[in-house]
């Protein structure tokens, strides 16, 4: 049994449609793939009435959350939430919430962009996003067809890094508030790719402990962006606080390097996710 359970389609910031990337999850090997966008379920319709035969589709999503530590500015924190239902109110308000807020932030972006002398034209990178949730790997793609950046890569490396003096932050949940949404919508918060530091400051035990404290199910321990020993160190976390350990690619078609499967779930850790998961089905034969 091959399990990813971290990926992005079109309807958000991954290149390829959620018919496509399912096509591409069992090409790749796949028995079970979770379809992750970024603060949407938007894609899950589509991922049920086009799954490849012998394919199981966990339906989920990435919610864009932060955490307060006492005495520095917020952190990013990325949680991950699988089979919850999908029109359970307070959920769905916090994902249209959450998809305003990146459209009004990503127009900042973009205009402080310009303003220094970036050739980006703000309706051409919103009808880029076809509908779907707008995201920094949309102003990187952009940037790249003004030859302004030679990848999505070089495009954050060099412009749209978080210390970047182009970017703007979003409004972000706050994760307690967001992991106690997922429960009471009846799914399985995961806290993903929980030691990237790459990406900026990154939490203390501390502050998982009292994730789980407040209903955290997860960790995505294997992770393209974890090294070894942070591999190690969410594994020994996740067995600490009795948190179930996932690994996924976090694939996003052509924007990132990274190809699907890279990571996986390891079959007992997905069974404890599954009948954990009690708002919406997983699609499957
Ligand atoms: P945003 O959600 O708009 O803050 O943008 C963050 C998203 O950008 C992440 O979810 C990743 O998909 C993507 N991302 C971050 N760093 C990179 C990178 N170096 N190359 C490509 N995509 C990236
Ligand atoms: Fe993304
Ligand atoms: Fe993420
Ligand atoms: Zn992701």
Same mark, same amino acid.
């Given at each position: 049994?091959?399990?990813?359970?971290?990926?992005?389609?079109?309807?958000?910031?991954?290149?390829?449609?959620?018919?496509?990337?399912?096509?591409?999850?069992?090409?790749?090997?796949?028995?079970?793939?979770?379809?992750?966008?970024?603060?949407?379920?938007?894609?899950?319709?589509?991922?049920?009435?086009?799954?490849?035969?012998?394919?199981?589709?966990?339906?989920?999503?990435?919610?864009?959350?932060?955490?307060?530590?006492?005495?520095?500015?917020?952190?990013?924190?990325?949680?991950?939430?699988?089979?919850?239902?999908?029109?359970?109110?307070?959920?769905?308000?916090?994902?249209?919430? /959450?998809?305003?807020? !990146?459209?009004?932030?990503?127009?900042?972006?973009?205009?402080?962009? @310009?303003? *220094? #002398?970036?050739? &980006? %034209?703000?309706?051409?990178?919103?009808?880029?996003?076809?509908?779907?949730?707008?995201?920094?790997?949309?102003?990187?793609?952009?940037?790249?067809?003004?030859?302004?950046?030679?990848?999505?890569?070089?495009?954050?490396?060099? /412009?749209?890094?978080? !210390?970047?003096?182009?970017?703007?932050?979003?409004?972000?949940?706050? @994760?307690? *508030? #967001?992991?106690? &949404? %997922?429960?009471?919508?009846?799914?399985?918060?995961?806290?993903?790719?929980?030691?990237?530091?790459?990406?900026?400051?990154?939490?203390?035990?501390?502050?998982?402990?009292?994730?789980?404290?407040?209903?955290?199910?997860?960790?995505?321990?294997?992770?393209?962006?974890?090294?070894?020993?942070?591999?190690?160190?969410?594994?020994?976390? *996740?067995?600490?606080?009795?948190?179930?350990?996932?690994?996924?690619?976090?694939?996003?078609?052509?924007?990132?390097?990274?190809?699907?499967?890279?990571?996986?779930?390891?079959?007992?850790?997905?069974?404890?996710?599954?009948?954990?998961?009690?708002?919406?089905?997983?699609?499957?034969?």
């Amino acid at each position: 049994m091959r399990i990813d359970l971290h990926t992005h389609s079109s309807v958000s910031d991954g290149t390829e449609t959620p018919t496509e990337l399912l096509a591409t999850a069992q090409r790749a090997g796949l028995d079970v793939v979770a379809l992750t966008d970024h603060d949407t379920t938007d894609g899950w319709a589509e991922a049920e009435d086009n799954r490849p035969r012998g394919l199981s589709v966990v339906p989920g999503m990435e919610l864009s959350c932060r955490w307060f530590p006492a005495d520095q500015p917020p952190i990013s924190v990325h949680l991950l939430a699988y089979l919850f239902d999908p029109v359970h109110p307070g959920l769905a308000a916090e994902r249209a919430r /959450l998809r305003a807020d !990146r459209l009004g932030r990503a127009e900042r972006i973009v205009q402080n962009l @310009v303003a *220094a #002398g970036y050739p &980006l %034209v703000w309706d051409d990178i919103v009808a880029g996003c076809r509908g779907g949730v707008v995201g920094r790997p949309h102003v990187a793609r952009a940037l790249v067809a003004a030859g302004a950046a030679t990848s999505v890569d070089d495009a954050f490396t060099s /412009l749209l890094h978080h !210390r970047s003096p182009h970017y703007v932050a979003k409004a972000d949940t706050e @994760v307690l *508030a #967001g992991i106690r &949404l %997922v429960r009471e919508a009846g799914g399985v918060p995961v806290f993903a790719h929980g030691l990237a530091r790459r990406r900026g400051r990154v939490l203390d035990d501390d502050a998982v402990a009292a994730m789980a404290e407040a209903g955290l199910l997860g960790l995505e321990v294997d992770h393209p962006d974890h090294d070894a020993e942070e591999r190690e160190h969410m594994a020994g976390l *996740a067995k600490e606080l009795n948190l179930i350990a996932t690994g996924s690619s976090d694939y996003h078609g052509t924007n990132k390097t990274t190809p699907i499967a890279v990571c996986t779930t390891a079959p007992d850790e997905l069974e404890k996710l599954l009948a954990l998961g009690t708002g919406s089905p997983t699609y499957r034969d």
